[in-house]
């Protein structure tokens, strides 16, 4: 697709089922930008984690890492991963400021809950548009 304007890390969190990984490919393509997603990251980097609070913290911080490590040698990041924790967010957003889109939707885990961001950049909701439409709203609120 060429070459974007945008130089950055977009996180995209939401419950599982949410349509993350969806929009994280197509952003891909549109942002010519590496993606991290937490499914695919959780089998490599994060296999030695389970599913506590303090593993779902670790991975997330694991994910922001690379992604820091990725951007600082000149490529576009665009992660999926829930980061369901708000005081995990903030931490991100301390080591990263990344651009946080909150997608609305998905499963709501039994185990453990899913808070819903304080103040996320921008908030899709695909149960009322399409992932294209969603990709279209981050695209304008990134101004490129």
Do not use: C
Not at 29 to 35: P, S, Y
């Amino acid at each position: 697709m060429g070459k974007s304007s945008f130089k950055g890390i977009i996180w995209l969190t939401g419950n599982t089922g949410a349509g993350k990984t969806s929009l994280a490919y197509i952003l891909k393509e549109r942002l010519n930008a590496v993606v991290l997603d937490g499914d695919e990251l959780r089998a490599s980097i994060s296999i030695d984690l389970g599913l506590s609070k303090n593993d779902r913290d670790t991975h997330n911080m694991r994910v922001a890492r690379l992604a820091k490590v990725l951007h600082s040698q000149g490529f576009n990041v665009v992660v999926s991963v829930i980061a369901p924790f708000q005081s995990t967010r903030d931490k991100i957003t301390e080591l990263i400021s990344p651009f946080w889109v909150y997608i609305k939707g998905g499963k709501v885990g039994k185990d453990v809950p899913y808070e819903i961001p304080k103040n996320p950049d921008l908030i899709v909701d695909p149960t009322k548009e399409t992932v294209f439409e969603s990709l279209d709203k981050v695209i304008e609120k990134l101004g490129v």
